[in-house]
């Protein structure tokens, strides 16, 4: 499955006064590229919770490459690149929209739990969306999941 990459504008409110975006942003910016995957998925996050599937952040890794500031428009590219039955590691890179310009890059891992935050083996309780994440997991050069 082909998936979109997440686009969207830098307010003026996520500056600083050099007009540089603020290192705070950047989770939200992730967090905003993976719901927009998840939602391409069929795995909305609302849609999960109803069913009792919580994905807490449990690691997030920020590599600041170039500044991104007002007005620029980005381009986040979510990447699966692990997936166990417990929990599963995203990588992203941002990009200026329309360019091959990499901006930043980073990594967040996230665990699979109850709505008691007990850890849960999605594939054997919803084996439907433990398939629906593997099928898009990357893949490395043998074919298997990175």
Known sequence: MKLESYV???NYYETDQMQVVHHSNYARYLEEARLHMMDQLGLAY?????????????????????????GDVIEII?????????RFTLKYEIYRSGTDELL????????FVDRDFKPMNLKKTYPDVYDTLASVVEKTGDGSPS
């Not at 609302?46 to 007002?70: A, C, Q, R, W």
């Not at 979510?78 to 417990?86: A, F, M, N, Q």
């Not at 930043?104 to 665990?111: D, E, L, M, P, V």
Request: proline share 7%; no cysteine.
């Open 78 to 86: 979510p990447r699966v690149i692990k997936l166990t039955p417990v």
């Open 8 to 10: 969207r504008v830098i």
């Open 46 to 70: 609302d849609k999960l919770e109803e069913m009792g599937i919580i994905i807490p952040v449990l690691e997030l890794h920020n590599y600041y490459t170039k500044s991104i500031t007002f």
């Open 104 to 111: 930043h890059t980073a990594q967040t891992s996230h665990a």
